[in-house]
């Protein structure tokens, strides 16, 4: 997750001593912050030196490039970089003294050179203009880290959709050929009875070491039917496979009805294990949903919900968010133990029922309610309150009133289901939408 690019450029012709010691400086910033810079320790001055440096970064899966304009120069050897190297880019300037005399380090104009190419070549990229000492600076270099390991994830990833979307779900449609236009990503199609078949075939030993492990996680495991809660465990050790074999990370999942009249048990609660294990799934085959949970994963390092939003909370001025029972259990309220349940519709096991801890939460979804993709953006605190219904659920109150968020919503037709993480990750979005290019849509 640390793990960044260096690389300080200067020309001989200004202060070499100060733009040295700039570079020491900025370094030095980056690695007390926790980061491990990759690349040069003094300033690249040669064109051999810039080949062989950003031949070594090109070699390196690196999340941001930071360039530090040591002295000015000319944009050639960032644009260099940038063709080369596939990762983010942010530029860094720094101050000097302004006392008359000689322009010591002429940073800002270099990097100002460096902007305007990258702009008309259609390439990103984002400027600090600061000290090294400015506490500014490792905090957006961690926002964006953050943001360029999503799009790197995202690049990578491989979502597993078994079945296809029910029928009048249009919220759950996906067109292949955009994910991987705009992110890089594959969608690697699955039948239902291949999945059936390796669930019936799982170990029963290895179903009772997965049950034994929940027992002291839940309540009221052994209160249900055994039969199909055995057939979820067994769902769980057929997804875990599905997904190392196969290589994805994450699961769109066809979760009803054939699971319930197929299978006989949920497909609910081995869900909420592989997201709580950082495998990311969603219900209704929802592809588009499963990439956005992957992306909040990427940049919170937490696991991710995908939710229904099924009502409001008037004496919270809150949304509530529900889902069958397929909220990771990293999730639950530690006021209150987990339990388990049954499907409330299918009658069926197993499902998980807690709510959410409170905390502050990002909300996002990958949308394609007007055509091309946006980003939309939200975030909120989840309120201690009772639980709405069965399943897991929570109530989450938004930086503005519930019934505008809801409005905007519905308003702009937008999918049904929408995806949380815990913690404050809305400057990486809009960083990552900057990244992508994509428009972004606030909640």
């Known amino acids: 997750m640390n793990l960044l690019g260096f690389f300080p450029i200067a020309r001989t012709t200004f202060d070499m001593a100060l733009a ?215 769902v769980y050790l057929a997804l875990r496979d599905l997904a190392e074999t196969r290589r994805l990370d994450g699961l769109a999942v066809r979760c009803w009805p054939e699971f319930f009249t197929d299978l006989g048990c949920a497909a609910c609660g081995a869900m909420s294990m592989m997201s709580n294990d950082g495998t990311p799934c969603s219900c209704e085959a929802d592809v588009n949903g499963t990439l956005t949970q992957v992306m909040l994963q990427a940049v919170s390092g937490e696991a991710a919900f995908g939710s229904d939003i099924v009502a409001v909370d008037d004496e919270r001025d809150g949304l509530v968010l529900w889902h069958c029972g397929l909220a990771p259990l990293s999730m639950a309220d530690p006021a209150s133990r987990p339990g388990v349940t049954i499907h409330s519709n299918r009658r069926l096991p197993l499902l998980f029922q807690f709510t959410l801890k409170p905390g502050r939460v990002t909300l996002a979804r990958l949308s394609q309610a007007q055509g091309g993709y946006r980003l939309v953006v939200g975030a909120g605190e989840v309120q201690r309150a009772p639980g709405a219904f069965s399943g897991t659920t929570g109530v989450v109150r938004f930086e503005r009133p519930a019934q505008e968020v809801l409005d905007t919503i519905l308003v702009e037709g937008l999918e049904h289901h929408i995806s949380l993480t815990y913690g404050d990750y809305t400057g990486c979005l809009y960083s990552l939408a900057k990244m992508l290019k994509l428009p972004v849509l606030a909640l």
């Open 20 to 234: 040295e010691q700039m570079t020491r400086d900025a370094r030095a910033r980056l690695e007390a912050a926790g980061f491990t810079p990759v690349g040069p320790d003094a300033p690249v001055t040669t064109p051999d030196e810039a080949a062989d440096a950003i031949g070594a970064l090109a070699a390196t899966s690196l999340d941001l490039v930071v360039v530090l304009q040591a002295t000015f120069a000319d944009s050639s050897v960032v644009m260099a970089l940038a063709r080369a190297v596939d990762a983010p880019l942010l530029l860094w300037a720094v101050p000097e003294e302004r006392l008359g005399g000689r322009l010591r380090l002429n940073s800002l104009c270099g990097v100002n050179l460096a902007a305007h190419a990258l702009t008309r070549a259609g390439i990103a990229y984002d400027y600090l203009y600061t000290a090294p000492d400015d506490d500014h600076a490792p905090a957006l270099v961690e926002t964006l880290a953050r943001a360029g390991r999503a799009r790197r994830v995202l690049k990578a990833a491989r979502i597993g959709r078994l079945g296809e979307n029910p029928a009048g779900f249009e919220t759950c449609l996906f067109d292949e050929a955009a994910i991987r236009q705009q992110f890089g990503a594959e969608v690697v199609q699955i039948d239902l009875p291949t999945v059936f078949d390796a669930a019936r075939a799982t170990d029963p030993q290895a179903v009772e070491t997965v049950a034994e492990g929940l027992r002291v996680r839940v309540d009221g495991l052994d209160d249900l039917d055994p039969a199909p809660t055995r057939g979820t465990l067994g």
